[in-house]
């Protein structure tokens, strides 16, 4: 059965609120999801809370008693509280009806399996939440294998990169590493790394992408630097017709992965 | 030469702040840009601000001088100030060196030449001032000749828009509208709506898309509405493989406008 919580001064509260900070995060080992849809696909993808807590309303929509009833039956702390102090415990105003704390999802470089998947997004030194968040969508969408993140990257359990994530957080593996054990790993086995570049003529559709692609993504204002570049199998650019000479990183990531399915739904097309 | 502002209190330090308001910016039909590179975009598309701000360093860098002096040239009002005093009006704790007070860009849907431009981005009740500032700095990349924005979208001159559009506000026309003066517009003279759409088989690559396409965008977390999707050309779908049913806007909307692009160089590379 569920616990109750009334009082805003229960430490649960100062607990799970501390866990938008990430020194918080490491040390707990937990993450913060919110919402009815994003703890579904989380389920749906096989993660159940380890600690959930509901307001508890009569108009709770059916897919919320499932969720309760599962993370009751995996051995979940399950938590009622009023709205007033969900919010307080998730920091946002309107925080919806469900928020969920989940244990850490990292995977490390050797456990990845890289022939699972055909695609690969790699992001080095990405400073923006719902970038990357938006990213892990954009490699739910395309059947990425998971986002690798190199170097200094935003961590991707925030409560921002998560929201942006719309779940994908959960279906994707997510390695965070560094550039001097990502580069030996990623050639000891089979794949392409390409990077987008302005100091290219290669057009993007101008490569034909095998299984699996790496694609590595640069730091928002920076792009990549030129030992990463100079790692890459291939540096190639999308046509800007404009003045920016640069795209959203997430755009960007998005029409570079969307190539590279392509082509592979066209050669299974061919087969 | 610039007058300079040494108090807080001084009123255009309220009145610069105001314009985060969009009750503000409507009133005084001015919008704020920050940052040298923005402001630098903006100038080199044609723009210079009514009032522009900056912090007198030592290091200042030459493009911000220029576009000082071109500013005054223009009869700008040029004024300096400190660096908390900037911050203050920006409400910015970083806000960088300048920060400008632009006109209003909106245009008529009237005035748009439909032909000057091979697409034209659609969106309807988009709500993130993020996608639309994305979207803006991909239709730019895209050769868009603009972004028409119909019933109830975020202001495209809040700060986020135009920092998310990363200049690209500047190079793009902006219309504000509603669907019922929209769908005539658009049925009076060429041009295909598309829209993507859970609701249908036809993947995305399986039309051509001819000049000019409208590429109608939907609400974030809704999509499109029934009668919008009934009155497009074409309802189109992108793969996706994973668990989400959808993508984020401003990715959809840039996975879609580089496949009409990279179909429009096709056409020229075999004609």
């Given at each position: 059965m569920a616990r109750e919580i009334t009082g805003f001064s229960n430490p649960l509260v100062k607990r799970l609120r501390s866990l938008r900070d990430k020194k918080h995060r490491r040390a707990e080992g937990l993450f913060l999801a919110e919402g009815l849809r994003i703890l579904t696909e989380a389920a749906d993808a096989g993660a159940l809370p380890e600690i959930l807590v509901y307001v508890d309303r009569p108009d709770l929509p059916p897919l919320a008693r499932q969720l309760i009833a599962r993370t009751e039956a995996a051995g979940g702390d399950v938590v009622t509280t009023g709205a007033d102090i969900l919010a307080k415990m998730s920091g946002k105003d309107n925080p919806g009806i469900l928020l969920g704390a989940y244990a850490d999802r990292g995977t490390a470089l050797?456990?990845?399996?890289?022939?699972?998947?055909?695609i690969w997004i790699v992001a080095e030194r990405l400073r923006d939440p719902g970038n990357l968040g938006t990213i892990l969508r954009t490699g739910d969408a395309v059947g990425a294998g998971g986002l690798i993140l190199v170097d200094d990257c935003v961590d991707p359990f925030s409560v921002e990169a998560v929201r942006a994530s719309m779940g994908a957080l959960f279906t994707q593996a997510i390695v965070q590493t560094r550039w001097e054990d990502f580069l030996p790993w990623l050639r000891s086995g089979p794949g392409t790394l390409v990077g987008t570049s302005l100091?290219?003529?290669?057009?993007?559709?101008?490569i034909a992408y095998p299984r699996p692609t790496f694609i590595l993504v640069g730091n928002e204002a920076q792009g990549l630097p030129a030992d990463k570049e100079a790692a890459c199998d291939h540096l190639v650019r999308m046509p800007m017709?404009?003045?920016?000479?640069s795209l959203n990183a997430a755009v960007a990531t998005a029409v570079m992965a969307y190539e590279v399915l392509n082509q592979h739904r066209r050669q299974v097309k061919h087969a």
């Open positions: 050797e456990a990845i399996d890289r022939t699972a998947a055909p100091r290219t003529d290669t057009d993007y559709q101008a017709l404009g003045r920016a000479d």
